[in-house]
């Protein structure tokens, strides 16, 4: 699939950059991995300006990284799209939606904690988040699983049982994946050059 970004404006794709995130920002609830599958629909599967397997390349740069991953990935995808206004665009339109609700919020804190309505309401959603990230966790795997490589679903399958299994902290799996691509991918180019003389 073919990136369309470089055929478009940059005025144009900020402006569509700043309403999507907006927009995925502010009707998103559960989390940044619940985002991180709307992302994928807008930016790949919409407008086709970051590829599929970048995309999880963008993701995963996002998580590794310290703060919250919805705006780690407005971060990574408004700066692969365009550049530090991108970053600055999609940034201030992932902070704005739950900054004013929060406020909101926090000035009926009380009724809200009381009311019966509100813990329904919350009870559902709690239903529909889990389903969302199911679909996260889903269309990622299979990207993986798509490959038919054996080493990614080795490293998937343990990372899974360290992690749920054993309860290894999800920051030391991040870290030894970092340290096992680096290592493969420095042996992959020391083989390419020795190949190449």
Known sequence: MESTVHHETRSVILRKLFIS????????????????????????????????????????????????????????VGYKLAGIPGVLTSVLATVIPPFTILSLISFCYTAFRSNQYVGWMLNGMQSGVGAVIMEVVWEMSSGIVKEKQAGPLIIMAAAFIANYIFGVSAVIIILFCIALGVAVTLRREKQQKGGSL
């Open 21 to 76: 995130t907006f927009y995925l920002s502010a009707f998103t609830f559960g989390g940044g991995y619940v985002i991180v599958t709307l992302m994928k629909k807008t930016f790949v599967d919409q407008y086709h300006w970051i590829d599929e397997e970048e995309m999880l390349d963008l993701v995963a740069i996002a998580q590794s990284c310290p703060g919250a991953i919805a705006v780690n990935g407005a971060i990574v």
